[in-house]
T-cell receptor, first 114, second 116 residues
Framework: DGGITQSPKYLFRKEGQNVTLSCEQNLNHDAMYWYRQDPGQGLRLIYYSQIVNDFQKGDIAEGYSVSREKKESFPLTVTSAQKNPTAFYLC?????????????FGAGSRLTVL | AQKVTQAQTEISVVEKEDVTLDCVYETRDTTYYLFWYKQPPSGELVFLIRRNSFDEQNEISGRYSWNFQKSTSSFNFTITASQVVDSAVYFCALSSPSGGYNKLIFGAGTRLAVHP
């Protein structure tokens, strides 16, 4: 079955460490997204990519980095510069670059900073 | 400014009750899209409906129905005869040109708890 796989599901990090969250899709979608979800808040866009080797900052990109070397993969690195990284991270994809397209989401990765 | 407001943070109902989740949006665009997503405890958001700004017909899908009213900038979601499996967080979202069509703007979500 086609879908989005995020790993790990749970991740613990010490302050000052970088961590990378994996997102892989086998839907042949062009566009991929990373969102952050905090309790009581909606999803906020971190980065998005509409095509391989290209990506744009979202609303809260500071302290994060991404790469898009392959169509099916869009890993997110949470760097030590991110002041409050504890959150639930969701990866999504869609077949087109328009916001009118329906997003398919992964099951998320929960990052906790100790 | 593009904004989505879901004023109800949490709603608790007993099974078989009807429940309405409110969504109010702001945009200066005349063409835009509205969405509802469901987030069950597993965490993955599931698409429920997409509506464009030119289609004000209400939609019904089984126990779910949506009331889109441009005059009040609202896109409310009603679950009829709620069931325990409806327990989840529900998000309303907006996509519009001036907000960047690629970027969905989400409301804060409404957590629905349906008790047996």
């Amino acid at each position: 079955d086609g879908g989005i796989t995020q790993s790990p599901k749970y991740l613990f990090r010490k302050e000052g460490q970088n961590v990378t969250l994996s997102c892989e899709q086998n839907l042949n979608h062009d566009a991929m997204y990373w969102y952050r979800q905090d309790p009581g808040q909606g999803l906020r866009l971190i980065y998005y990519s509409q095509i391989v080797n290209d990506f744009q900052k979202g609303d809260i990109a500071e302290g994060y980095s991404v790469s898009r070397e392959k169509k099916e993969s869009f890993p997110l690195t949470v760097t030590s510069a991110q002041k409050n990284p504890t959150a639930f991270y969701l990866c999504a994809s869609t077949s087109g670059g328009s916001g009118a397209n329906v997003l398919t989401f992964g099951a998320g990765s929960r990052l906790t900073v100790l | 400014a593009q904004k989505v407001t879901q004023a109800q943070t949490e709603i608790s109902v007993v099974e078989k009750e009807d429940v309405t989740l409110d969504c109010v949006y702001e945009t200066r665009d005349t063409t835009y899209y509205l969405f509802w997503y469901k987030q069950p405890p597993s965490g993955e958001l599931v698409f429920l409906i997409r509506r464009n700004s030119f289609d004000e017909q209400n939609e019904i899908s089984g126990r779910y129905s949506w009331n889109f009213q441009k005059s009040t900038s609202s896109f409310n979601f009603t679950i009829t005869a709620s069931q325990v499996v409806d327990s989840a967080v529900y998000f309303c979202a907006l996509s519009s040109p001036s907000g960047g069509y690629n970027k969905l703007i989400f409301g804060a979500g409404t957590r629905l708890a349906v008790h047996p």
